[in-house]
């Protein structure tokens, strides 16, 4: 299996905020913003996976700036790097008024997905990443570090296991 380019699966999504998506504020419902979120990651999964995908984990999702009944939201989602079975997707969330203007970072996060093949839906292994620009490179080491740390969180890894994170933190 071949690896593949970041830019072979990048997903971008497009959204206008309607009335019926936003609180009594006028501002975009959390919920409705990571459903959207979701939908691009898993497009670029399944586009970098050439298989159907679920998301598996979502890393912390703060809501840095608000969204207003009006904006339209960009969402550009990344595969980051991936493993055996599983793709991590980097997703980040621009706001700007309709025409373009007042255009502004709203929200990132980091996706897992697992690929799954089409007839017992059994994890399948994927193709791997070839980041080729420095940025890409940074997100691609860096995912062994957040990949352990989801690890941990869910308790299917001990935290003395965890190589990487150990070496950020302890420089070992």
Known sequence: MEAKKVSESK???????MPND???????????????MD????ICAGKHCEKHTVTASVDHVSFQRPILVG???TIEASVTRAFNTSVEVYVEVFAADVMGKNNRLCNNAYFTFVALDQESRQPVKIPKVNPLSREEQQQYESAL????LRLILSKRMKPEDAKNLKELFLGK
């Not at 939908?39 to 898993?42: D, L, R």
């Open 71 to 73: 904006d339209v939201i």
């Open 22 to 36: 936003t609180n009594p504020l006028g501002n975009l419902m959390g919920g409705n913003l990571m459903r959207w």
């Open 145 to 148: 570090r957040r990949r352990e």
């Open 11 to 17: 997903t971008i999504m497009t959204e206008m905020i």
């Open 39 to 42: 939908i691009a990651g898993g």
